[in-house]
């Protein structure tokens, strides 16, 4: 089958999501989020993620097939994310994706949303070439990945050891009184302060600590140091520079997360840098990905804004290649997985 149709569904937090992929063509892409019902809250409240989904679940994969000018029985197979992810979520969505298979006799892939993050690119710039590296950095993921087949075989590289970078962003968006969701707060008061007004640590980058771990990351330590800074400032009674806060922050985990990413391409012999998740979308991180990539010779395939965060065209897309690759679809029964493995695709 060379250009397999695939319905994608996406629930695994507050984005109830579906899309259909075509080859390597989106052909729609449909997201509702209940971002505002968690703001009040400061975070995301997997209670009201799962009613969210259970209400907009029908809704969003009906608009998918219309928009996209296909019915149900004209999709070759459908995928859906099976984990990592918020339990309650993933049950909403993948009981919905099993009813909808079984209704209409269509195969079923319950698949990792964290590889859709690198999957997700194929739609800008085509297939991976080979040895590809994968940067995924998302509210709860930092990882580096090598990719020898997206189908088939995804190999971790480092990961995060404590905080990811998302989480580090938003516990200080916290502190700094933002509303949630944090990140593109820290993003826009970053483009206004000076990165070097604050001395934020960057673990796992120097000495023994950075010997043993190359690859990895650790932001826990970052996010204390710059929560003391504030919280000296504040006990003193001075003034919090939030414009410089934001920028020392910014830049601190976006050279750590590019120096160790184009590291590792050179390493394994890669010229390719794949990088998804929520957090792509940081244009610091951004421009620092590709000021550092030219730099060593590694082209940075980015996806477009709308792609970064959680959608059901990177869950059609991973599905794509799956069916693409003969990979069996997963058994009637496969269960959801709310820590699954970055070494598992597909249940």
């Known amino acids: 089958m060379s ?20 080859g390597r063509r989106l052909a729609s892409n449909v997201v509702a989020s209940s971002m505002n019902e968690h703001a009040r809250y400061g975070g995301v409240i997997p209670e009201i993620a799962s009613r969210a989904h259970a209400e907009a679940f029908v809704p969003v994969v009906g608009k998918a097939l219309a928009d996209a000018n296909l019915t149900l029985d004209e999709v070759d197979a ?21 009813a909808l298979a079984w209704a209409s006799g269509k195969p079923l892939y319950g698949i990792n949303h964290v590889i859709g993050h690198i999957a997700v690119t194929q739609l800008q710039f085509g297939d991976f070439p080979g040895d590809t590296l994968a940067l995924i950095v998302s509210g709860g993921h930092t990882s580096l990945l090598h990719v020898d087949d997206i189908a088939r075989k995804v190999d971790v590289v480092g990961t995060t050891l404590d905080d990811a970078a998302g989480e ?10 933002f509303p949630y969701p944090g990140g593109p707060h820290i993003d826009r008061h970053a483009h206004q302060g000076n990165p070097h007004a604050l001395k934020v640590p960057q ?22 140091a710059v929560a003391r800074w504030v919280e000296a400032r504040r006990d003193a009674g001075d003034e919090i520079p939030v ?9 601190s985990v976006a050279t750590v997360l590019a120096n160790k990413a184009i590291h590792g391409c050179e390493e394994y012999g890669s010229d390719t840098l794949i990088v998804g998740g929520g957090f792509s979308a940081n244009s610091q991180l951004r421009d620092t990905l590709v000021e550092v990539g030219a730099r060593h010779g590694i ?40 820590a699954m493995p970055l070494t598992r695709i597909c249940m």
């Open 3 to 22: 250009e397999p149709i695939v319905l994608g569904i996406e629930s695994t937090c507050d984005e109830t999501a579906a899309a259909v992929v075509q």
């Open 78 to 98: 459908i995928a859906v994310s099976a984990g990592p992810g918020l339990a309650g979520c993933l049950a909403v969505g993948v009981s919905g994706a099993k």
């Open 168 to 177: 580090c962003f938003d516990k200080i968006a916290r502190l700094l009184g």
């Open 203 to 224: 673990a796992l980058t120097r000495g023994n600590a950075g010997r043993e771990h190359p690859y990895d990351f650790s932001f826990s330590g970052v996010k204390t």
């Open 243 to 251: 414009d410089d806060v934001c920028a020392s922050l910014a830049d």
């Open 299 to 338: 082209e940075v395939r980015l996806p477009r804004m709308q792609l970064c965060t959680d959608n059901g065209a990177m869950v059609a897309m991973l599905g794509v290649n799956l069916v693409q690759a003969g990979v069996r679809p997963s058994a009637p029964d496969f269960p959801i997985d709310s």
